[in-house]
């Protein structure tokens, strides 16, 4: 079973849409995290949330917004798509809050905006 | 949170040992040092975290000398299919940033 599973692994979709990707993990992780990695292969962190608390990376625009309908799912909203969103999105775990233990990491989706 | 530097890139062969160093010279006293693995088309794999002294585990070690400004990830008799990314990450909290990694290239 896969620990970090996202949907879906690619998306191509036009300047303007609005799309969903999906986050679920089955570790009993308290915290999960979307980060971005972009052409460069940098890889920045957007959020991070648990049951406590919501905490954005501020240079995040507000068209991206994490929803999480419960303590295994954190699904990415983005409204609005630009160009510039073109990146792979991965979606991450760890057990509480701290980094002791590591991430667990989903293995990504491909986002094309045309 | 610290920032990590560490060498662009690296190659090696085949079953050498293969050693990354990864420099933070501003680690707070309740950081751990965390490398992770990237594979291309897949998310970064956590390979080991440790506090001082030496870590080891199934697929690496992790040398951190007694001021921990630095910290070293030694992969022995390295394969093929160790070709990747290799992160070096310092913090305590939940928003772990990563830096640009070390590509190793390894040849037959």
């Known amino acids: 079973d896969t620990a970090v599973s996202q949907t879906p692994k690619y998306l191509v979709t036009q300047m303007g849409n609005d799309k969903s990707i999906k986050c679920e993990q089955n570790l009993g992780h308290d915290t999960m995290y979307w980060y971005k990695q972009d052409s460069k292969k940098f890889l920045k962190i957007m959020f991070s949330?648990?049951?406590?608390?919501?905490?954005i990376n501020e240079t995040v625009p507000n068209r991206f917004s994490p929803k999480s309908p419960d303590k295994a799912h954190l699904n990415l909203h983005i409204n609005s798509l630009e160009l510039g969103d073109s990146a792979v999105y991965f979606c991450?775990?760890?057990?509480?809050?701290?980094?002791?233990?590591?991430?667990?990491f989903g293995s990504g989706t491909r986002l094309t905006v045309v | 949170l610290a920032k990590t530097t560490q060498p662009i890139s690296m190659d090696s062969y085949e079953g050498q040992e293969v050693n990354i160093t990864c420099s933070h010279n501003n680690i707070a006293t309740n950081d751990y040092i965390t490398w992770y693995q990237q594979f291309p088309s897949q998310g970064p794999r956590f390979i080991i975290q440790?506090?001082?002294t030496k870590v080891t585990n199934e697929v690496a070690s992790l040398f951190i000398p007694a001021d921990r400004k630095s910290s070293t990830l030694s992969l022995p008799r390295v394969s093929l299919s160790d070709t990747a990314v290799y992160y070096c990450l310092v913090g305590d909290t939940d928003k772990l940033i990563f830096g640009t990694g070390t590509r190793l290239q390894v040849f037959p």
């Open positions: 991450a775990s760890s057990q509480g809050d701290s980094a002791l233990g590591g991430y667990t």
């Open positions: 949330y648990n049951n406590k608390e919501l905490i």
């Open positions: 440790g506090y001082k």
